[in-house]
């Protein structure tokens, strides 16, 4: 069974930082990742799509890698602003469902 | 951009009660699924549904729980006598294919409250 894990749970930085967030999974057998922002207690919104076949994908100031087989993921946001603050989940894709990770919550300070 | 649409956006219901939570998937889309959100806890996958029927479910989703596209657009969830841990947000997703090469689009949610 799939198990997907994100570090840190929890995050605070200063505007304009560059940070990481890390999703682990234990099958490495997946066809894709997708990484979602979600307001507290509210939809996902999807960001990045990163197929099995590839390494990384970019939007903006987002940054998404794919490592399947040491079972690995990041999502880098580059030059952070308050409005990022969020939580941001990763989720792996095996077939028929997402496996989510737990998230995390990002706060970025002005 | 496309949308999923759910309706409503917070409902609340005595235990025991039936409920229906509603969705309009992406009209292009063909896979369906609903995911609930228990509070604090990782968003969970229920059941997908594909040409008219289950193609697969979780073990939460027992005999409690129903799907049904009553039509071409809505696809509805229904839980037939809610318990107080079915309380959670629940989302309605699509995607047009599967196999991995298209992303998931989720709707913004159903938070359910029993009472």
């Known amino acids: 069974k799939q198990e997907v894990t994100q570090i840190p749970a929890a995050l605070s930085v200063p505007e304009g930082e560059n940070l990481v967030l890390n999703c682990s999974f234990t099958?490495?057998?997946?066809?894709?990742l997708q990484w979602f922002r979600q307001d507290p207690g509210k939809g996902l919104t999807s960001l990045l799509l990163i197929q099995s076949s590839q390494r990384e994908q970019t939007s903006g100031r987002l940054n998404a890698s794919l490592d399947k087989s040491s079972g690995r993921s990041t999502l880098y946001i580059a030059a952070s602003q308050p409005g990022d603050s969020d939580t941001y989940l990763c989720a792996s894709n095996a077939g028929n469902m997402l496996t989510f990770g737990g998230g995390t919550r990002l706060m970025v300070k002005p | 951009e496309p949308e999923v649409t759910q309706t409503p956006s917070h409902q609340v219901t005595q235990m025991g009660q039936e409920v229906i939570l509603r969705c309009v998937p992406i009209?292009?889309?063909?896979?369906f699924y609903w995911y609930r959100q228990i509070l604090g806890q990782k968003v969970e996958f229920l059941v997908s549904?594909?040409?008219?029927?289950?193609?697969?479910k979780s073990e939460i989703f027992d005999d409690q729980f129903s799907v049904e596209r009553p039509d071409g657009s809505n696809f509805t969830l229904k839980i037939r006598s809610t318990k107080l841990e079915d309380s959670a947000m629940y989302f309605c997703a699509s995607n047009r294919g599967t196999g991995g090469l298209y992303g998931y689009t989720f709707g913004s949610g159903t938070r359910l409250t029993v009472v």
């Open positions: 009209s292009n889309h063909l896979y």
């Open positions: 549904f594909y040409n008219n029927e289950i193609s697969e």
């Open positions: 099958d490495s057998a997946i066809y894709n």
